[in-house]
């Protein structure tokens, strides 16, 4: 199979705690994240963007941080304009962004290097945004067990 996310080739990270069982790699939490983003947990200055064709957009902090609490690693942010971040995880030497595809055809243009790290503290001091992370850690939770 096919993925458009990027790093997914070598999405081997390893789960570091049993919170979502059935959640094994990067690439089990994207297909049970596709299941469960939506305009509600996107950001909400991008909101009138979100569709379900472009399901990754405006999720990157929040995704990068839970899937930050199933693989480990760091989180780390590419400059983005107007002063925000676009966040992806490293794992190791296991470098990926769940939400890449959001970016299209600019998504190549993205740079994973020498960024600076981000931190949740800073991230969920927005209490929009720690609400949208519960809201999408509480749904993969749901859909986990249900499978």
Known sequence: MHYNFYGWENANAKPINELYPSINSPIDLYNALSEIWCAETCAPRLRGDWTKE????????????????????????????????????VVGDCC???????????????????????????????????????????RLKEVCNGR
């Open 96 to 138: 990926f962004d769940l939400t890449s595809e959001q970016f299209g055809e600019k998504a190549k243009d993205l740079v994973y290097e020498n960024n600076p790290e981000q931190f949740r503290e800073v991230h969920f001091a927005k209490e929009e945004k720690r609400l949208r992370y519960e809201m999408l850690r509480i």
């Open 54 to 89: 472009n399901m990754t957009k405006g999720q990157c902090s929040i995704t990068a941080f839970l899937a930050q609490d199933i693989f480990g690693g760091k989180v780390y942010g590419i400059p983005m304009e107007g002063g925000n971040f676009h966040c992806y995880n």
